[in-house]
Structures are given as C-alpha cells and as structure tokens.
C-alpha cells in the first residue's frame, strides 16, 4: 500500500515501519480502503506529516480521531477543507484564539496555513470508518504516533505541545517539561469547553515561548 510521507519524516520513522504491529497495521487498513468507506482518503493520511519537515515543528497539537463524515478530514487534527462547516471543537478553538489574541474566526476551517508554520495537527489515530468513531483505535495507529513524539520530544528543544483533553494528556505524559513548554486544558468539544478551554490562553504563550527562544511565533 502507498501512502504519501515526507522522505525526511520516512527517514527517521522507518525503524518504526518495519516493525511487524505496523506492517499489521497496513495490512487492515489496506483492507478497509478496499471495502468500507474510509477517511481521511487515502493521500491524506500522512498529511500532517507532509507540511513541515521534523526540524520544522515549533508546535504539536494533538488529537484523537480524524473526522468520521463525509469531507471533513484531511489528515490534520481538527482542521477541515475549504468550504466545510466548522465542527463544533473547530468552532471553540477559534473562540479562545479570538478572545486570547484579538483574532477573528477564519472563513476557512482548513489549518493548513498552520501546518505550513511548523504546527503538527497529529492524531493519534490516522483513520477512521465513515460514521463510525473509534473504528481504528486500537489497531497500531497510536503506538506509530506515540513514536512521532518520542522522536520530536527527543530530538528537539522547545517545542510548545498542546494537549487539550485526558486523551492527549496521556499520550503525551512522557515529554519532558525542563525541555519543552507543555499546555493542558480541557478539550475544545462542546462538552467540556467551557470548563476551562476557553480561557486557556496557549495560543499566546505558545507565541510568547516561541518568541523567548528565538523561533519565531505562529500567526494564529
């Protein structure tokens, strides 16, 4: 099966591909595109990684799965193309970027224009059945992006990690925080949001830390 990856990011995760949980891994999702209808489509899986080289990154956002209707996910947590309504956690991240920086809400849900900044929109799990959330979990997925941010929290310094939610929060609980800024709040969802998400201001500290090492900030 073919996938599209950066041959930079190839590089430094091949040890990982060769291993046989992944080599599983292709194998069921190499099944699943043939008979089910899965998403994000199949060039996109690895689109996050395909916008910025592993040097490039500044910022780590995580999230769980990709989007499970029709047209919204291409391969960045919470981001959607062109022309797609915003989803509800979209909506909210928009929200606390408006009250946090003065920012208004895009016309596009598409992130791409941060990705191209050096912001990884990681899932941890890269795919997903049509209308059916949580299908791919459990099959390889987040042991392949767990390793993704072992190699980033290892093999760089300060990078800002936003981990919105207890999902995130554990996937992301071995990073060191003497090297790196790590954020946490509650996740963007409309379910939780409100009990501390909006208001959590990491998108200027993110700015703020970046700035204080000499990276340069992201223009949210």
């Given at each position: 099966?073919h ?17 046989p949980y ?21 060039a ?9 080289r592993?040097e ?23 981001s959607?193309?062109?022309g ?5 956690s979209l909506?909210?991240?928009?929200k ?10 895009p016309?596009?849900g ?11 929109l990681?899932n ?8 059916l ?9 987040e ?8 190699r980033?929290a ?25 090297r790196h ?11 939780s ?9 990491h998108?200027s ?6 700035e204080?090492?000499?990276?340069g900030?992201?223009?949210?």
């Open positions: 099966m996938f599209n990856i950066h041959p930079d990011w190839e590089a430094i995760l091949r040890p990982e591909m060769e291993m992944f080599q599983d891994l292709l194998k069921f999702v190499e099944e699943e595109y043939k008979y089910k209808t899965i998403f994000p489509p199949k996109f899986v690895f689109n996050a990684l395909n916008h910025a592993p490039e990154v500044k910022v780590v956002i995580l999230g769980q799965d990709p989007y499970h209707g029709p047209g919204q996910a291409h391969g960045l947590s919470f959607v193309p062109d797609i309504a915003f989803p509800p909506r909210n991240i928009f606390e970027i408006q009250r946090d920086l003065g920012i208004s809400a016309f596009s598409n992130l791409e224009r941060w990705a191209d900044q050096g912001v990884l990681l941890a799990t890269l795919t997903v059945r049509a209308s959330a949580g299908s791919h979990q459990k099959k390889g997925w042991e392949f992006t767990d390793a993704i941010i072992h980033l290892e093999d760089s310094e300060n990078l800002v990690f936003m981990l919105w939610g207890s999902h995130a929060q554990k996937k992301g609980q071995f990073i060191d925080e003497r800024l790590v954020l946490k709040a509650p996740h963007p969802s409309p379910l949001a409100h009990r501390g998400f909006i208001g959590c201001g998108f500290q993110a700015n703020e830390y970046l204080s090492k000499r990276k900030g992201i223009d949210w």
